[in-house]
């Protein structure tokens, strides 16, 4: 499968050439002709499939057919939960849409709200928008949707996470009601659902990887420590493994900010990233560390939703995220775009219940491991997980289980999965 053959315009193939793509990656040669004719999707996508390509591309290039953009209107809106995914999608129109006359704007909240709306006068092509702010600029008649064709809801469950929701529905009963809507989610959960269920119009739903699985190029296992020793292990990985860049997840802002001094206690340059900091303090960590001025960038889980860091090889999680999901997300920063990656889990023993949880959804249990001279004195009870029955077994037969319990390993891929078999 090639570019030119999802339908895509000249203009828009020469801006895909000069970025260096060869081939369409799996999301976007489902997404694209789809999209391209108009029709409504809900795609479950993670970040790093290449989902902004996929609904971008089309998007630019229905666009570009289109009549121009009145002032104070928009044509198109892209709704982001974070102000680093909003940038990050208007980095990409940008690179994508550079050959065409089309124009667009990035607005979210924690900076002046002036300049967004002098921006907003002349009337912009696409607007990339996190809820709360796209709210604020339409209540001050700075923005108006009369002229939207296209909604897209990008990481649309994290959104509802953050608890856009009532801000995501208010925006969409401001729309015109024909007009094409795109929803991209790491998850098709219920919530996801109930949101689409009246306001899409016959959806075409597409699926890359199965759904709730982390992509495959990740090498994963758990590292047993106590919880006050998890920042001399971190410090002893950084120091063992010549991993370029690393990504280190923390549960809290202030864990994110004590991790960051006590590695420069280290000597191993890192910086902070979360919701904390100002805008102009989280572009300059993020800048930083993708032109590898710092090794290490430190993020809470939501700040780091969505980052587009290229051949990341190792993401840590310092701290086992307290919502099982985050850890798919998380962990989703390696082995980005085919490349190989490995994520690193500290697990204490007060962790083992957030442990299970993260099985649970992955539908394995992780490989354990103790580093040497940080062998844990609580060690982290073992976990026991048991798949979900499947929905519709093909015999009525009840399966037989097998459960094996997990052994503690000082080997990378030592210890036993949980697999449940099952016998035909
Ligand atoms: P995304 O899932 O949209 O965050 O994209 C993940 C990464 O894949 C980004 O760095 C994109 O630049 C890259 N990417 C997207 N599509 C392609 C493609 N067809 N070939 C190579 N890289 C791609």
Redesign the pocket.
Known sequence: MSFPSLGLSKSILRAIDEKG?????PI?IKAIPVILSGKDVIAAAQ???????GFTLPLLQRLAQGQPVKSNHIRALVLAPTRELAA?VGE?IATYGKHLPLTFGIVYGGVKINPQMMQLRGGIDILVATPGRLLDLFRQNAVKFGQVETLVLDEADRMLDMGFIEDIKKVMSLLPRKRQNLLFSATYSNDIRTLTKNLFRNPVVIEVNPRNSAAKSIKQWAIEVDKNRKPALLSHLLRNNNWEQVLVFTRTRKGANRLVQQLAGDGISSDAIHGDKSQGARNRALADFKANTIRVLVATGIASR?L?I?ELAAVINFDLPQVAEDYIHSIGRTG??GSKGVAISLVSADEVTLLSGIETLLGQTLVREVENGYIPKHSVPLTRFVKAKPKKPKKPKKPQQKTTSNAVSTKAGASHTNKRRYKK
Request: aromatic share 10%.
């Open positions: 793509y060869t081939t369409p990656f976007q970040t790093g499939t290449g989902k902004t390509a990050q990409s969505g587009d290229n980005r775009a």
